[in-house]
């Protein structure tokens, strides 16, 4: 079992930065991709970025390409979420998650994701 707790949110101006980080713990030899996705009010869970175990592969959605930017220590069993240029629709709860297939490919789609942090709110004033 892998616990995932997240850290950093909070409240920032439009155009500020934030760094959310992921520690896991746990049985975290079984992990390997690592995402996050986010949570708006009154909107469905959305994809945000992922990475895989070594780091080399990532992926971003669209709405954050070129303002956040996924990576991960896998010596301190940490993934980190460095936002930056931050829009009032970015305001949502972050939730990290982390995937135990093995498939040797880069995980992106809710359902394959097993563990699942408590999420951090993040919140954006215009």
């Known amino acids: 079992q892998v616990q995932l707790v997240e850290s950093g949110g909070g409240l920032v101006q439009a155009g500020g930065s934030l760094r959310l980080s992921c520690a896991a713990s746990g049985r975290t030899f079984n992990i390997d991709t690592m995402g996050w996705f986010r949570q708006a009010p009154g909107k469905e869970r959305e994809f945000v970025a992922a990475?895989?175990?070594?780091?080399?592969?990532?992926s971003d959605a669209d709405s954050v390409k070129g303002r956040f930017t996924i990576s991960r220590d896998n010596a301190k069993n940490t993934m980190y979420l460095q936002m930056s240029s931050l829009k009032p629709e970015d305001t949502a709860v972050y939730y990290c998650?982390?995937?135990?297939?093995?498939?040797?490919?880069?995980?992106?789609?809710?359902?394959?994701?097993?563990?699942w942090g408590q999420g951090t709110q993040v919140t954006v004033s215009s």
């Open positions: 998650a982390a995937d135990h297939h093995r498939w040797g490919r880069l995980v992106v789609a809710e359902p394959d994701f097993g563990s």
């Open positions: 990475i895989s175990w070594s780091g080399t592969r990532t």
